[in-house]
């Protein structure tokens, strides 16, 4: 049967070479940064054999991958992922891989999207689940333009943003009018939910973001100007299965960058590009499914199982491990403070916002799910979705009680009381720390190892050092006199 499938797929992905005139195949890959990396190819370099002997490429050219003299590598493509790139001049076919060893034939351990179907391998055959749906929410900003520096001599950055609420009394060019002018409309600081034109000024991008991804097979099911001023925004997609999910988020960010740069302007995901407005979060949605049951109903609290309760638990006492995962940056943690909607304390709470983990208000079984709610975009969302999943089944396993629900605000909460709640990581550093003390639930059912796990705190800990060895304008302003 599974011979059959294999073809019957390859089969399906040369029927779409066909019939969309295919010239080139686009293989690409995440790398542990959760960064894309592709490679392209003539098509007459793909055949049936590519899909069990792979492409070869040279693995010590990726950050946090092999040495160099272990390096060669092969990209297995999955035919299930063929699609048709929307940017390219020249057709192309788009192919997803995951990296094995060319030499043993053995999956690479550093490879994050292996991990993931490791992890999916290891819940059907511990008989925990058979399906590990994910849904995540991807947050972002637009810019005009973006501008930075970075040397001995000085650093700082600078904002391009019409959109912008410091722009109030700046004057644009305006084209058709051959004239200055500021049309006055733009969302304040914290007022960008929900507007419509021309507050919001972006519409029509977003429009154009949600029809391409919609062509991919990305079910979208809306899009908004979010809370932030200066163009923050949000295409809503519809919750699917961890490595199909995880593919879509590559999409998605693909998407968004490259119809950004179409309409002339850049976008990011960065959890906080904005000093004093709310920061990009990632927040995800997730349930466990066997035999066609969601395994998080029931008739505990919100109408949650026993199971769904341990499993918050399990995030909850891995928190600050997940961070070093879910909130891999050091500008993750700008975002991580009281005042910005962001979800610094570590309790859960039907509706509440203010909490990390919400159990969404829901009218049937099959949507009753979590909402884990401290991740960003700077995660890679294979390594992210695997590592929230393995805390929540290491909360099942132990039965880890995660205390009583929070469902009063906790943004407002006297301080005595609000030291008794757990929080979130402070800095990157504390979060890799966290997660070299605390990393046995990731190695359940060899999902990873303690190698991946050792490089990927050691490639963090290179960026960590990047950034707090510079000197920051901020210090000038507050020391440059001492």
């Not at 333009?145 to 109030?168: F, V």
Request: glycine residues 8%; contains cysteine; aromatic residues 10%.
């Amino acid at each position: 049967m599974k011979e059959y499938i294999v073809s019957n797929a390859v089969q399906k992905v040369f029927d779409l070479i066909k019939e969309n005139e295919c010239e080139f195949v686009d293989v690409r890959f995440t790398d542990t940064r959760g960064k894309w990396q592709h490679v392209t190819y003539p098509i007459h370099q793909l055949s049936e054999d590519s899909f069990e002997d792979g492409f070869a490429f040279d693995g010590s050219s990726v950050a946090g991958w092999c040495d160099i003299n272990n390096s060669d590598m092969a990209l297995i493509p999955d035919p299930a992922s063929a699609n048709i790139d929307p940017f390219f001049e020249a057709s192309t076919l788009v192919l997803v891989a995951q990296v094995i060893d060319p030499i043993t034939g053995q999956e690479y351990n550093r490879c994050p999207r292996q991990i993931a179907q490791k992890a999916l391998n290891y819940i059907r055959s511990a008989g925990i689940a058979d399906t590990a749906y994910f849904g995540p929410e991807l947050e972002f900003f637009i810019f005009d333009g973006i501008r930075w520096n970075n040397d001995m001599g000085g650093c700082g950055y600078q904002i391009e943003s019409e959109e912008a609420a410091w722009n109030s009394g700046k004057n644009f060019a305006d084209a058709s009018e051959g004239m200055m002018r500021n049309s006055g409309h733009r969302p304040r600081v914290k007022g960008g939910y929900f507007p419509v034109p021309p507050i919001d000024s972006l519409h029509e991008i977003r429009s154009d973001m949600s029809l391409v991804m919609s062509d991919l097979g990305i079910h979208m099911e809306a899009h908004h100007h979010e809370v932030a001023t200066a163009g923050q925004c949000e295409l809503a997609m519809k919750f699917a299965e961890l490595i199909q999910k995880a593919d879509e988020v590559q999409w998605y960010k693909y998407v968004v960058h490259n119809v950004a740069h179409a309409h002339g302007k850049t976008a990011t995901f960065m959890p906080k590009p904005i000093y004093g407005d709310n920061g990009s979060a990632m927040h995800v949605h997730q349930s466990l499914w066997l035999n066609g049951k969601n395994l998080f109903a029931g008739d505990k609290y919100a109408n949650l199982s026993q199971e769904a309760l341990w499993y918050i638990g399990g995030i909850i006492k891995h928190a600050k491990a997940l961070n070093a995962i879910t909130n891999a940056s050091t500008n993750s943690y700008k975002r991580l403070v009281p005042g910005f909607e962001a979800p610094v304390m570590l309790a859960y709470s039907n509706r509440n916002r203010s909490a990390s983990i919400r159990i969404p208000v829901v009218n049937s079984n099959p949507a009753r799910r979590i909402e884990v709610r401290f991740p960003d975009c700077t995660s890679n969302p294979y390594l992210a979705f695997t590592a929230m999943m393995l805390a929540g089944l290491d909360g099942i396993a132990n039965k880890i009680d995660p205390g009583a629900a929070a469902d009063k605000n906790l943004y407002d909460l006297p301080p005595e009381e609000g030291k008794l709640i757990p929080t979130v990581c402070g800095g990157l550093e504390e979060a890799l720390i966290a997660l070299d003390a605390d990393r046995d639930f990731l190695k359940v059912g060899g999902v990873m190892d303690d190698d991946m796990i050792d490089a990927y705190i050691e490639l963090k800990m290179e960026e960590l050092n990047e950034v707090r060895m510079r000197p920051h304008p901020k210090e000038m302003e507050l020391y440059y006199s001492c």
